[in-house]
T-cell receptor, first 113, second 113 residues
Framework: QQQVKQSPQSLIVQKGGISIINCAYENTAFDYFPWYQQFPGKGPALLIAIRPDVSEKKEGRFTISFNKSAKQFSLHIMDSQPGDSATYFCAASRRSNDYKLSFGAGTTVTVRA | NAGVTQTPKFQVLKTGQSMTLQCAQDMNHNSMYWYRQDPGMGLRLIYYSASEGTTDKGEVPNGYNVSRLNKREFSLRLESAAPSQTSVYFC????????????FGPGTRLTVT
């Protein structure tokens, strides 16, 4: 079974709006939580990542919020642009497993102009 | 710097045929990975190689074999293809630092009829 649960499966947002993707995990040994962005026909690429000792990390228009007690983390895309249309995967990994990634199912984001 | 390259880009096989997917990286990474991506399932690890000469099973290894030919190359073999192996296959590589950040290739779309 998937170790990381991701929702929603897809979302549509207007240009300038906020996209929010949520992920939840069970294994408290996870200590690294990256998000990957994938454009059609391409491989995933690292977008932003967070460790559980911080509650928020921001890079440009992308922000990860992390709630350790709830075992949840989310990606916020502010001021969404058509170029942000892609599939986003959350993932989790741990040092004891050489940081091998467990991926969520993915969220397809469509930004309408 | 090509990063991670995969061949072929597309392949159609008949049930029972065999084939090898090739992957190479030019980033001097020690670790290499093979994933499959299916709709609604995210990316699932098939096999992993921590270094030249070592390989380990991932989450979904059945029906596959791998060879870590040298530090640069990691191949995935399907001995007797089945329709359930229709998928998009991604190779990735990482170094031991920076939480083993993984760099992905462009993928191979495989259809088994």
């Amino acid at each position: 079974q998937q170790q990381v649960k991701q929702s929603p499966q897809s979302l549509i947002v207007q240009k300038g709006g906020i996209s929010i993707i949520n992920c939840a995990y069970e294994n408290t040994a996870f200590d690294y939580f990256p998000w990957y962005q994938q454009f059609p026909g391409k491989g995933p690429a690292l977008l932003i990542a967070i460790r559980p000792d911080v509650s928020e990390k921001k890079e440009g228009r992308f922000t990860i919020s992390f709630n350790k007690s709830a075992k949840q983390f989310s990606l916020h895309i502010m001021d969404s642009q058509p170029g942000d249309s892609a599939t986003y995967f959350c993932a989790a990994s741990r040092r004891s497993n050489d940081y091998k990634l467990s991926f969520g199912a993915g969220t397809t984001v469509t930004v309408r102009a | 710097n090509a990063g991670v390259t995969q061949t072929p880009k597309f392949q159609v096989l008949k049930t029972g045929q065999s084939m090898t997917l090739q992957c190479a990286q030019d980033m001097n990474h020690n670790s290499m990975y093979w994933y499959r991506q299916d709709p609604g399932m995210g990316l699932r690890l098939i096999y992993y190689s921590a270094s030249e000469g070592t390989t380990d099973k991932g989450e979904v290894p059945n029906g596959y074999n791998v060879s870590r030919l040298n530090k640069r190359e990691f191949s995935l073999r399907l001995e007797s293809a089945a329709p359930s192996q229709t998928s998009v296959y991604f190779c990735a590589s990482s170094s031991a630092g920076a939480y083993y950040e993984q760099y992905f290739g462009p993928g191979t779309r495989l259809t088994v009829t």
